[in-house]
């Protein structure tokens, strides 16, 4: 079946480092791509979004481009702050008419920005 | 403008004893989710509830686990005879329509711990 898989976390950075966090798919279909963060002591929020293939999702200076044929969707900041210490979800949902329309999660990725 | 809101925050219970966990998605949100958060592991999906079409119970992870909505609005999560590998993080999320038009919103969760 559909399945995420994201780079395994902790990720400690410094602030205004460079921000890589690695997302890769296997999905039967057409999926959308999700990047959903979880504050500390908050609910799930979308981060972006790409639907179909070469799409970048951008919000907040974080950035991904859907990449089909690498089947990814990596996470990217220039340049990172304390306020983005975070868990990160990579998600896809595959949107054709068959589909019910859930999202299938990757595991998260805890990113830890130190000052 | 009230979220997503699920009840109770925490609930601690013993090995064997039923639980029931409450969700009331935003006003108008056709589609419900229920997500399972284990300590270190993603969200797993559980239950999809869209509109009046049958939910998709494909992640419920066995028979002691079900899940109604009633009139299309506040959701119950049950389970039976609880086990101590149910204890989790159990997130809820609304959206409107479907994912290709908005965002999930997720709840803040109910955290369960069986003894």
């Known amino acids: 079946g559909d399945s995420v898989t994201q780079m395994e976390g902790p990720v400690t950075l410094s602030e205004e480092a460079f921000l890589t966090i690695n997302c890769t798919y296997t999905?039967?279909?057409?999926?959308?791509l999700f990047w959903y963060v979880q504050y500390p002591g908050e609910g799930l929020q979308l981060l972006l979004k790409?639907?179909?293939?070469?799409d970048k999702g951008s919000n907040k200076g974080f950035e991904a481009t859907y990449r089909k044929e690498t089947t990814s969707f990596h996470l990217e900041k220039g340049s990172v702050q304390v306020s983005d210490s975070a868990v990160y979800f990579c998600?896809?949902?595959?949107?054709?008419?068959?589909?019910?329309?859930?999202?299938?999660f990757g595991q998260g990725t805890t990113l830890q920005v130190k000052p | 403008g009230a979220g997503v809101s699920q009840s109770p925050s925490n609930k601690v219970t013993e090995k064997g004893k039923d639980v029931e966990l409450r969700c009331d998605p935003i006003?108008?949100?056709?589609?419900l989710y229920w997500y399972r958060q284990s300590l270190g592991q993603g969200l797993e999906f559980l239950i999809y509830?869209?509109?009046?079409?049958?939910?998709?119970k494909s992640g419920l992870p066995s028979d002691r686990f079900s899940a109604e909505r009633t009139g299309g609005s506040v959701s119950t999560l049950t389970i039976q005879r609880t086990q101590q590998e149910d204890s989790a993080v159990y997130l809820c999320?609304?959206?409107?329509?479907?994912?290709?038009?908005?965002?999930?919103?997720f709840g803040n969760g109910t955290r369960l711990t069986v003894t």
């Open positions: 998600a896809l949902s595959d949107l054709s008419p068959s589909n019910t329309g859930k999202l299938i």
């Open positions: 999320a609304s959206c409107l329509g479907g994912l290709s038009r908005s965002p999930l919103h």
């Open positions: 999905a039967t279909g057409y999926p959308s």
């Open positions: 790409a639907t179909k293939a070469d």
């Open positions: 006003s108008g949100h056709t589609a």
């Open positions: 509830f869209q509109g009046n079409s049958a939910p998709d």
